[in-house]
Structure formats: structure tokens, C-alpha cells
């Protein structure tokens, strides 16, 4: 388990699920290590204490995604961005765009009572670029959103919820069960969970998105067609085009017996029901 942070645990951080007073001061990751260390002492932890936006940074942190794993010199099998700000989230499509690295991204709105999550497969589905958020897309600062002496919107309970629904998408893509799900959004308000799937954008602005756009379709283009035979299906009563078998358990006979006496009607017309005889 890989991890990358390079704040400090506050004593604001105290509803966050990892940290606890005694570890304020510490590194996150540090102090997410020794939580989950305590929990499960088998697992092997790789923990990076450095801000992944900046160059140097940025190319240690490409080398640990591809070569990363348990097996020395593969690539780790998932990234997952829990991050809070728009450029540690382009730093990471821009890094798994370049690998081909399929990632996960989640995240919390600025109101704190909705969040997602999202499958990025490079080539296959919408990249972080291809579809930016709204106040990105518009070109205002996001640093603007934020005022002096005014704490961000946090609510325990939605990141709790969301975390969840990642954990879960991410084990069922890991052990290969159920249907993994490519955009999950969850609405506190009204208790909505929108899903859908997005296409890569071709006019994507991240060149590396576009590359591997083009490497998907020749993968696609290069798999053998699948011809689709219509099948017949066999009829079971051959008296219909239906196959339906009508059976009685009265003979002809009682059946005419019961049908009570035939009315005297003009030609071609008949009765639908008739008295029984009593």
C-alpha cells in the first residue's frame, strides 16, 4: 500500500477516520501508517511525505505508480485520488494518462452533502480532463472559492459514505465480482445516487488522453469480430405458431353437457356464454 500526502494532522483533522489527538504534528501518512499498521500488521507500507504537484516530485511519484508493486519493476494494480484540490487531481491524470495506469477518483463537493466516484480507464472512459468541473471549465481560480477565517464545508458522515462506495468499487474491480461502476455521484439531500458512463472526449486537452484514445480504438479494431447467428427456437405444440397446448380435464362430452341448451341465433352469430343446465 503506497502513500502520498505531505500535510500535517490538526487538531481539525480529529473527525477524519485515521488520525487521533496524540498524532497531531505527525505527517498523514505517517500517521495513517501506524493506524492501519495496528490493524493489520501484514500489510506492507511505502509511505511518501511530499507535495506530488511539484517536478521532481512529480516524476518519483509517475516511478512508484509504474514500478510499485509487490513484484519489483510492475506497475501497482489501482491509484486511488482521495485529494482535496483541483491540481493534485490534474497531476494524477496527467500521470496515469501518460502510464495507462487505470485509477479511481473521488471527491466531496464544497457544500459537504454530496460527493462521487469514478472509474478512469485511459482510452476506454473520460479522463479528469475531458470533462473538468464546472468552475474549472470556466476559468475561475478555485483558490477564490475559499475565504480567509472561514473553514471549508466538512462533514464526516458524506466522506464516510463516499469513501465506502469507493472501497467497495474498488474491491469489486480488484476480486472481480458484481458491476464496477464508472461514475457513482451521491446527493445527501435527497438521497440520489446518479450513475452513468462517460466517453473520452477526442479534443481532450491532455495529449497523453489522446494517445491512448487512439490506442484503445486499434486495440478494439485489431479483436476478432463476434458474428451474431440468429437461433430458431423450436416450437414444443406444432398445432400453433405459439407452442401453447390447451388441456382439459372433462371429456367433449361433459364439456357440451355443461354448456346448457343452444339458443336459436340467425347464421353466423354465436353466443360467447351459456347457461348451464341445472
Known amino acids: 500500500l503506497l502513500l502520498f500526502d505531505y500535510d500535517k494532522v490538526e487538531l481539525a483533522n480529529m473527525n477524519r477516520l ?9 505527517s498523514k501518512v505517517q500517521a495513517a501508517e501506524d493506524t492501519l499498521r495496528n490493524i493489520n500488521p501484514d500489510v506492507q507500507f511505502e509511505v511518501h511525505n511530499y507535495n506530488i504537484t511539484t517536478l521532481d ?47 479511481m477518483e473521488s471527491g466531496v463537493s464544497e457544500n459537504a452533502v454530496s460527493g462521487h ?3 478512469i480507464i485511459p482510452g476506454e472512459s473520460a479522463c479528469f480532463a475531458c470533462a473538468p468541473p464546472l468552475v474549472v471549465a470556466a476559468n475561475i481560480d478555485e483558490k477564490t472559492l475559499k475565504r480567509e477565517g472561514v473553514c471549508a464545508a466538512s462533514l464526516p458522515t458524506t466522506m464516510g459514505v463516499v469513501a465506502g462506495i469507493l472501497v467497495q468499487n474498488v474491491l469489486k474491480y ?5 458491476t464496477v461502476s464508472y461514475y457513482l455521484g451521491y446527493n445527501a439531500m435527497q438521497d440520489f445516487f446518479p450513475t452513468m458512463a ?10 497523453n488522453c489522446r494517445k491512448q484514445q487512439e490506442i484503445y480504438k486499434k486495440k478494439v ?5 463476434q458474428e451474431v447467428t440468429e437461433q430458431e427456437e423450436e416450437i414444443v405444440h406444432e398445432d400453433n ?17 355443461a354448456s346448457g341448451p343452444v339458443p336459436d341465433l340467425p347464421e353466423g352469430i354465436t353466443v360467447a356464454y351459456t347457461i348451464p343446465n341445472k
Do not use: Y
Request: charge should be negative; aromatic fraction near 8%; include cysteine.
Open 174 to 178: 480488484l476480486l472481480n465480482f458484481g
Open 241 to 257: 405458431d405459439w407452442g401453447i397446448e390447451l388441456v382439459s380435464e372433462i371429456s367433449e362430452d361433459e364439456l357440451k353437457a
Open 221 to 225: 479494431a485489431a479483436q476478432p469480430k
Open 117 to 119: 466516484i469514478q472509474l
Open 198 to 207: 462517460m466517453k473520452p472526449n477526442p479534443q481532450c486537452s491532455d495529449q
Open 57 to 103: 516530485n512529480f516524476e518519483h511519484f509517475m516511478d512508484r505508480i509504474s514500478n510499485g508493486a509487490l513484484e519489483e519493476g510492475k506497475p501497482v494494480d489501482l491509484v486511488l485520488s482521495c485529494v482535496d484540490n483541483f491540481e493534485a487531481r490534474m497531476a494524477i491524470n496527467t500521470a496515469c494518462n501518460e502510464l495507462g495506469q487505470i485509477w
Open 18 to 26: 485515521f488520525f487521533q489527538p496524540h498524532q497531531a504534528g505527525l
